[in-house]
């Protein structure tokens, strides 16, 4: 991408999520995207994706189980550039969860998730996601300004078996810049002291989205 495509993005992102939005005007923003979504963000400008999928890969090979049986829930999942990259890696059994359903709408076409869930994540119980559903939450780009909030960690949390994994790819600088992340890795680090999962992962990794460094956390729930 040359340098005036990667500005005019930058700022259409910035414009898009400005301080303040919240959560049914994001939703309105993906829903009036998602037709340039695919074309803004793709393999070459956005690699979260894919961090996501190879931080998954290695802990669920780590943990000796079936890439093809394991259910995996999507947070986040947009159109579904994470599912294309676990589908790559022997992933079958994915779901998407977005409020956004312009964006579930292309993920339909992908042809790689079994169940779409047209919800936000909320530090509320997720309708129709019961307790312990799912071998594996992974989340890109999922977290953002007016995007999951920091109490539905507790929700990943809640929807994910023992021992099952929790991965969160998103950019490293909107720890400093997104209204209420300031307490994300307090928030994480509590979770830990009341033993709900432990941190196997927190790498900060070059080129996440737009050349902006990412940050991966995995977490094993207890
Ligand atoms: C930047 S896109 C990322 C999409 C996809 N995971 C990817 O990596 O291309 C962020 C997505 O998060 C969704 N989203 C925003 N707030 C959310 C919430 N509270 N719970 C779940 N998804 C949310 C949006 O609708 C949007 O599709």
Known sequence: ?????????????ARQFRKGIVPDEVRECYDNYAGRYDKDLNPESYLGPKMAAEALTSYVERSGWSKGKI?????GAGTGFVAIQLANRGFKRMDALDPSEGMLEKAKTRGVYENFIQEFLTPDPTPGIAN???DAVVSSGGMGEGHIPCGALREMVRVVKPGGLVVIAMREEYLRCTSGYENLEPTMAAMENEELWERLERSVLPGYCYHKDGLVYV???K
């Open 1 to 13: 991408m040359d340098a005036k495509t990667k500005e005019a993005a930058l700022a259409n992102n």
């Open 71 to 75: 259910r995996v829930l999507d947070v």
């Open 132 to 134: 312990d559903t799912y």
């Open 219 to 221: 977490f094993r729930k």
